[in-house]
C-alpha cells in the first residue's frame, strides 16, 4: 500500500499508472522517461504505508508494525506486560535494572546494581518516581524510546 505524495491517494500494491516521470534530450528530439505515477494526479513520489487493525488509520509503514499503529500500542500500554518486556531484553536483568535504578528511583551511579535492585522495593504502576512521573508513565516513555524493539516483541498476530 502506498500514499502518492502530491494529493495523498492510497494506492493499493499495482495501483500505479504508468506515466512520464522525466524528459531529457536525445538526438536533438525529447526522450521521454516512464515510470510509476499517481492515476489521480499524476505525481511520482510515493510514500509506502501500511493500515492499523485497531484504529484503521493508514499511516507511514515505519509507524506501523505487524497491523498495529505506534499510537494504538501506545494507548493500550500496560504495566505487567511493560516490566516483562524489560526483563526479558538486554543482558540478565540490565534493561529492567536501568529503568528502575535510573527512571524510577533517579540513581545516577552505583557500584554494585544488583545490591542496590534488591535493597529497593519494586514500583508498582501508580509508584511515584523521583522526578514526580508514575511509574506507569515513566515506563512507557523508556519502552517507547525504541518501541518497534517493544512491537516486535509483543505485537503477536499479524492480519493479512
Ligand atoms: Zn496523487
Ligand atoms: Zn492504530
Known amino acids: 500500500?502506498?500514499?502518492?505524495?502530491?494529493c495523498g491517494e492510497i494506492l493499493e500494491e499495482g495501483g500505479a499508472a504508468c506515466g512520464v516521470i522525466g524528459e531529457s534530450e536525445a538526438w536533438g528530439s525529447a526522450a521521454f522517461e516512464y515510470g510509476a505515477v499517481c492515476p489521480v494526479c499524476g505525481c511520482d513520489g510515493f510514500e509506502d504505508c501500511a493500515i492499523c487493525r485497531?484504529?484503521?488509520?493508514?499511516?507511514?509503514?515505519d509507524e506501523v508494525w505487524n497491523g498495529v499503529c505506534r499510537s494504538c500500542?501506545?494507548?493500550?500500554?500496560?504495566?505487567?506486560?511493560?516490566?516483562?518486556?524489560?526483563?526479558s531484553i538486554g543482558?540478565?536483568?540490565?534493561?529492567?535494572s536501568d529503568f528502575v535504578l535510573s527512571r524510577?528511583?533517579?540513581v545516577v551511579k552505583c557500584e554494585d546494581t544488583a545490591f542496590l535492585l534488591d535493597a529497593l522495593s519494586e514500583p508498582s504502576a501508580d509508584f511515584v518516581c523521583s522526578d514526580g512521573k508514575s511509574a506507569f508513565e515513566?515506563?512507557?516513555?523508556?519502552?517507547?524510546?525504541?518501541?518497534q524493539d517493544y512491537a516486535e516483541r509483543t505485537v503477536k498476530h499479524a492480519v493479512g
Open 91 to 96: 543482558d540478565g536483568n540490565s534493561a529492567w
Open 1 to 6: 500500500m502506498m500514499r502518492c505524495e502530491g
Open 138 to 147: 515513566a515506563m512507557r516513555l523508556y519502552i517507547f524510546e525504541d518501541w
Open 73 to 87: 500500542l501506545y494507548d493500550g500500554f500496560e504495566f505487567g506486560a511493560g516490566s516483562e518486556y524489560l526483563r
Open 54 to 61: 485497531i484504529c484503521g488509520e493508514i499511516l507511514p509503514e
Open 104 to 106: 524510577v528511583y533517579g
